[in-house]
C-alpha cells in the first residue's frame, strides 16, 4: 500500500514543478547521506541549516523524488529525469503524508507516551507483539513531529505498530496523535520531566492526556494507576473512555504481586482476574515491571497466547543508554543510563543501583528543562543517593552541585564525593579510582554528554 507524487501533491496542497504525478513512492529520507537508490527527499529547514539547500546532492546519490518548500535556484533543465514537488511547509507536508499512509491500514496502533519510561514501555510492548505480528516501532527515541511521520511512513507488509510521542509544550501530542490514530493509547505516567517548560505536574498531565484526540472511537486507553495524578482521573476517564488500569498498589485490571528482585532483573506474578502468570524480565527496576504487565495487558487484549507474551517479556532487547550493562577489562560494570534524566527515571536507576553488594559509584550530570523546579528536584536526587547507600558520587555540571550539597548536608562522606563542571574533567579521577567489581551507575540529561564518560570507561584497562 504505497502511495505516489498524486496523492502527496493532493493532500499537501502541493505543486509538481517537474516530473512524474504517477511515480510511486516508497521510502522517505531527510538526510542526504543516508539516502538510497530511488527514495523520496524532504527538505527539512531546522534551526542551523536548510534541507531545501541539499535537493542536488539528494539528486546525485539517487534519490528520485525531492519535496521543497523553497526552491529557488533550481536548475529544473538539470533534472529533467526526476520530480520535484514544491509545498508551503514540508513538516506539515510530511505530517499529512504520514497521515495518508496511515489511513491506508486497517491495523492496531498503539501510542504510547508518559513522562518517564516511554522508550522502555514502547520495546516491551512491540517485544510482546512481535512473537505474533510483523511490528513496525519508533526506532530509538524518534517521537517527535519529524521522526514520528517518517517512522508511519516506513509502513510496509507490517500488521502492527508501536509508536512512542514525546512533547516537550502543550499541543505536540495533539499533532501526533492525530495523524496516527492509534488504536490503543497508553500513558505509562505523570511526572516532572519539562515541567519548566509547562509549569506544574497537572499541565504535564493535561498535554499527555491528549493522546487521546487521536484515539479510535473504539480504541482503549492503558494507564499506570499507581501513578498519582492518572489515579486521580481514573473515574473521569472510565466515564468517558473504554479504560484499563495496570498496578501494583492500587487494584487495577492487570497486577503484579510476588515481587522478587536483584541486580540482574526481578521475578512476579501478573494477576488477570482469576489467571496468575508468573513473569521474569532481565531488568530490575519497579519502572520495568511496570512496563512488563503494560505487555502483557495489551498481548492479551491482541490475542496472543500467555507463553509467547512470557517470551516476549524474557526476550526484551533495550534501546542503547537505557540502562544498557556494560562491562570493561579492569571488570568495572556500567549501569549505561546517558540517553535521558528526569526525578523519577533519576530514582529508578539509584534503586537499581542500590540492589548491588558491589562497590556503588553514581557518576550523575543535571537534568534540563526543569525551570523554577531545578534546585528542589536535583536536591531529591541527593536525598535518594542517601537512601540507597550509594559509597561514592560523582556529580557533573552546574546543577548536581545541589545534588552534592543535599547529600552532605543528609550525611554523605564528604571525602567520597567529586564535582566536575564538564564530564572531561572526570577522566583523570575515573583512572585513578575505579577497579574490578565496582558497579557504576551514569546518567544524566542527554545534553550533558554523559555517553563521553562511559566511553571513557569501557577505554580502561
Request: aromatic share 6%; proline share 1%.
Amino acid at each position: 500500500m504505497n502511495i505516489y507524487v498524486e496523492d502527496i501533491i493532493r493532500e499537501c496542497n502541493g505543486k509538481l514543478i517537474i516530473g512524474d504525478s504517477k511515480k510511486e513512492c516508497i521510502n522517505f529520507c531527510k538526510d542526504t547521506r543516508i539516502i538510497k537508490e530511488n527514495d523520496v527527499y524532504i527538505g527539512i529547514k531546522g534551526e542551523n541549516f536548510d534541507g531545501n539547500k541539499f535537493y542536488d546532492k539528494a539528486f546525485d546519490n539517487g534519490a528520485s523524488v525531492c519535496i521543497l518548500d523553497n526552491i529557488e535556484d533550481i536548475d529544473i533543465n538539470k533534472y529533467k529525469d526526476k520530480t520535484i514537488i514544491k509545498v508551503e511547509d514540508s513538516i506539515i507536508a510530511l505530517g499529512k503524508i504520514a497521515a495518508y499512509k496511515r489511513s491506508l491500514y486497517n491495523i492496531p496502533v498503539i501510542a504510547v507516551t508518559g513522562s518517564v519510561g516511554k522508550t522502555s514501555t514502547k520495546d516491551m510492548i512491540a517485544s510482546v507483539l512481535e512473537t505474533k505480528y510483523n511490528v513496525l516501532r519508533t526506532e530509538g527515541n524518534n517521537n517527535n513531529n519529524i521522526g514520528m511521520p517518517l517512522t508511519i511512513l516506513k509502513l510496509k507488509d507490517h500488521n502492527c505498530m508501536v509508536l512512542e510521542m514525546g512533547m516537550n509544550h502543550f499541543n505536540e501530542i495533539s499533532y501526533l496523535t492525530k495523524i496516527a490514530k492509534p488504536t490503543i493509547a497508553v500513558i505509562t505516567n505523570i511526572g516532572t520531566a519539562h515541567i519548566g517548560n509547562l509549569g506544574s505536574r497537572e499541565n504535564i498531565l493535561k498535554a499527555k492526556l491528549e493522546i487521546l484526540e487521536g484515539l479510535d472511537k473504539d480504541g482503549i486507553l492503558f494507564i499506570n494507576n499507581d501513578n498519582d495524578l492518572l489515579h486521580k482521573e481514573y473515574d473521569k476517564l472510565k466515564d468517558n473512555y473504554n479504560l484499563k488500569t495496570i498496578g501494583i498498589d492500587n487494584k487495577s485490571d492487570y497486577m503484579a504481586c510476588n515481587i522478587k528482585e536483584d541486580i540482574t532483573g526481578s521475578i512476579f506474578t501478573i494477576k488477570d482476574n482469576d489467571i496468575e502468570e508468573n513473569i521474569q524480565v532481565n531488568v530490575a527496576t519497579r519502572p520495568f515491571i511496570y512496563n512488563s504487565v503494560m505487555g502483557y495487558a495489551i498481548g492479551k487484549t491482541l490475542k496472543i497466547d500467555n507463553d509467547l507474551i512470557k517470551k516476549g517479556i524474557s526476550d526484551l532487547k533495550l534501546t542503547p543508554h537505557r540502562l544498557e550493562k556494560k562491562i570493561n577489562k579492569r571488570g568495572v560494570i556500567i549501569i549505561d543510563d546517558t540517553y535521558n534524566a528526569s526525578y523519577d527515571s533519576m530514582k529508578s536507576a539509584l534503586e537499581l543501583l542500590g540492589k548491588s553488594n558491589n562497590r556503588k559509584i553514581a557518576i550523575l550530570g543535571d537534568m534540563l528543562e526543569l525551570g523554577n523546579y531545578t534546585e528542589e528536584i536535583h536536591r531529591k536526587v541527593g536525598l535518594d543517593v542517601i537512601k540507597n547507600n550509594i559509597d561514592v558520587l560523582i556529580t557533573v555540571g552546574n546543577y548536581s552541585e545541589f545534588i552534592k550539597d543535599e547529600a552532605i548536608k543528609t550525611g554523605f562522606n564528604k571525602e567520597n564525593i567529586y564535582s566536575f563542571k564538564q564530564q572531561t574533567d572526570t577522566y583523570s579521577l575515573l583512572t585513578d579510582i575505579l577497579k574490578k567489581g565496582d558497579i557504576v551507575l551514569v546518567k544524566g540529561s542527554h545534553g550533558i554528554n554523559l555517553i563521553k564518560v562511559v566511553e571513557k570507561i569501557l577505554e580502561l584497562k
